[in-house]
C-alpha cells in the first residue's frame, strides 16, 4: 500500500481537541492495514504566533505545501484578540487557502436522521437534509486591494476592503459545482448580489455562460444572496448544490450548519486544482471555530472533525470505502442514541468529546 503523508495542523481552542479524536481514528485505520498514513503535526493560529510569533511559520507552510493532505482543527480565541492584524491567528489560516491555492470549498449540509429533532427548524423541514454548498475561497472581498484603514483629515478613519472576482476564478468555481452536481441531483443555484455588486453581475453572467457551454444537462437556477439565505431557512430541501462567493459562502454555510442540527457537525473540504497526474492540494477543515466558551472543557463535538477525515480519504485518496465506513460508524452512534452536549435531546446519552471518538472509532470495528 502507498504510505501517503498527512500534515496535521490542530490549531487553537477546540481544535486540538477534536483532533485528537482524528488522530485516535488514523491510528486504528493504520493498525488495521486500511490505510497507511505518515502522520506529521504542525502548529498555526494563536498557538504558532506563541511559538514565533508568525499565524504558520515558514517551515510548517512548506511542510503544508509538500504534505498528500492537510487536516486543520480551528484557529482564534480571546488570547489573540489584540495581536497585530497580519499575524492574528485566522491570518495562518487563510495564507494556507492562499498559497495552496485552495479555491474551491465544499461545504456538505447533510442532517442525520437521528437529529432531524435536534435542528432548530421544524423536523419536516430538515429530515433528510443533503446540500452541497460550493464557496469559492480565494478570492472576493477577503483578499482584494485595498484592504485598510487610512486616517482622514477630519481626523475620522476610512476602511477599504475590496471584492474583487476576476472571469477564470467564477469559471473554475462553476465548473467544480456543475461536475459535483452530476454525481448528486444534478442541480446549481448560484448565488450572488447581481443587483447591488458589479462582481455579482460577472458571477451571473460566467457561471451562466459555463453553464451554457458545458453543462446543459444540469439544471441550474440563480438567486440573489439574500434570499437564498431566507429560502435556506424557508425550505432548504428545495437546494441541491449551491455554488457562492467567498464571503456569502463564509454566512451561508454557519446557516447551513445550524439546519443540521449544530456547527459541532459539519466537514469541509478546501480543495485546488488537479496537476497534470490528477494530483491536488487540499486541506480539511470543520466549518467551525475554537469555539473558546466550551475549549478545555473535553465537550466539543468532535463530528464535524472526524467527517472531514472522511472527505480526505474520498477526495485526495479516492478510498471511498473507507470514508464510507467511517461515515456508517457516525451514523450508527448517533443512532445508539450518544450526543455531544450541542446535540443533546431528552433520552439520548451525553458523552464527551473522548467518548463519542472512542464510539466511532469501535463503530468502524464492528463494519
Ligand atoms: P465558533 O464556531 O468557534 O463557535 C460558535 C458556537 O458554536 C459556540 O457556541 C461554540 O461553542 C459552538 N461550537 C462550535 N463548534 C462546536 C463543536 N465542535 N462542538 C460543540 N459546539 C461547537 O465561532 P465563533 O465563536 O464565532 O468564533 C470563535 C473563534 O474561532 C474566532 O476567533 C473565530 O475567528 C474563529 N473561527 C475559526 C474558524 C476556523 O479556524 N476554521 C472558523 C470559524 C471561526
Ligand atoms: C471559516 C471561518 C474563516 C473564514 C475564518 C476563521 C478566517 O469563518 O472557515 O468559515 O471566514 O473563512
Ligand atoms: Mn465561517
Known amino acids: ?118 435542528s432548530s427548524l421544524k423536523k419536516e423541514l430538515v429530515d433528510g437534509l443533503d446540500i452541497l454548498i460550493v464557496r469559492e475561497l480565494t478570492g472576493g472581498v477577503y483578499f482584494g486591494e485595498p484592504k485598510e484603514i487610512t486616517d482622514l483629515p477630519n481626523g475620522q478613519k476610512r476602511a477599504v476592503d475590496t471584492q474583487v472576482y476576476e472571469t477564470y476564478e467564477i469559471e473554475r468555481i462553476a465548473a467544480v459545482a456543475f461536475d459535483l452536481a452530476r454525481t448528486r441531483d444534478n442541480r446549481v443555484c448560484s448565488m450572488e448580489k447581481r443587483n447591488v455588486m458589479k462582481s455579482g453581475v460577472l458571477w451571473n453572467e460566467v457561471v451562466t455562460e459555463v453553464h451554457k457551454r458545458d453543462y446543459q444537462d444540469v439544471e441550474l437556477s440563480h438567486m440573489l444572496a439574500d434570499a437564498g439565505g431566507m429560502q435556506l431557512v424557508r425550505a432548504p430541501k428545495q437546494f441541491d448544490v449551491i455554488v457562492t462567493d467567498n464571503l456569502f459562502g463564509d454566512m451561508l454555510s454557519d446557516v447551513a450548519a445550524m439546519l443540521t442540527g449544530s456547527l459541532g457537525m459539519l466537514p469541509s ?79 439520548m446519552t451525553k458523552v464527551s468529546t473522548e467518548q463519542m471518538g472512542d464510539a466511532v472509532v469501535k463503530a468502524m470495528g464492528e463494519g
Not at 511559520?57 to 482543527?73: H, I, N, Q
Not at 494530483?279 to 467551525?288: C, D, N
Not at 472526524?306 to 470505502?321: K, Q, V
Open 1 to 118: 500500500m502507498t504510505t501517503h503523508k498527512l500534515l496535521l495542523l490542530p490549531g487553537d481552542g477546540i481544535g486540538p481537541e477534536v483532533m485528537g479524536e482524528v488522530r485516535r481514528a488514523i491510528d486504528w485505520m493504520n493498525a488495521q492495514g486500511l490505510t497507511s498514513f505518515e502522520v506529521e503535526e504542525g502548529l498555526v493560529g494563536g498557538a504558532a504566533y506563541d511559538a514565533h510569533g508568525q499565524s504558520i511559520s515558514e517551515d510548517d507552510m512548506a511542510r503544508a505545501m509538500a504534505a498528500d493532505a492537510v487536516l486543520f482543527g480551528a484557529v482564534g480565541g480571546p488570547k489573540w484578540d489584540d495581536v497585530p492584524y497580519d499575524v492574528r491567528p485566522e491570518a495562518g489560516l487563510l495564507r494556507l487557502r492562499k498559497d495552496m491555492e485552495l479555491f474551491a470549498n465544499l461545504r456538505p449540509a447533510i442532517c442525520f436522521g437521528a437529529l432531524a429533532e435536534a
Open 269 to 347: 473540504a478546501s480543495l485546488g486544482a488537479p496537476d497534470g497526474n490528477g494530483k491536488r492540494r487540499s486541506l480539511y477543515e470543520p466549518v467551525h471555530g475554537s469555539a473558546p466558551d466550551i475549549a478545555g472543557q473535553g465537550i466539543a463535538n468532535p463530528i464535524a472533525m472526524l467527517s472531514s477525515l472522511a472527505m480526505c480519504l474520498r477526495y485526495s485518496f479516492t478510498m471511498g470505502d473507507v470514508a464510507d465506513r467511517l461515515e456508517r460508524a457516525i451514523t450508527t452512534v448517533l443512532d445508539q442514541g450518544l450526543r455531544t452536549g450541542d446535540i443533546m435531546q431528552d433520552g
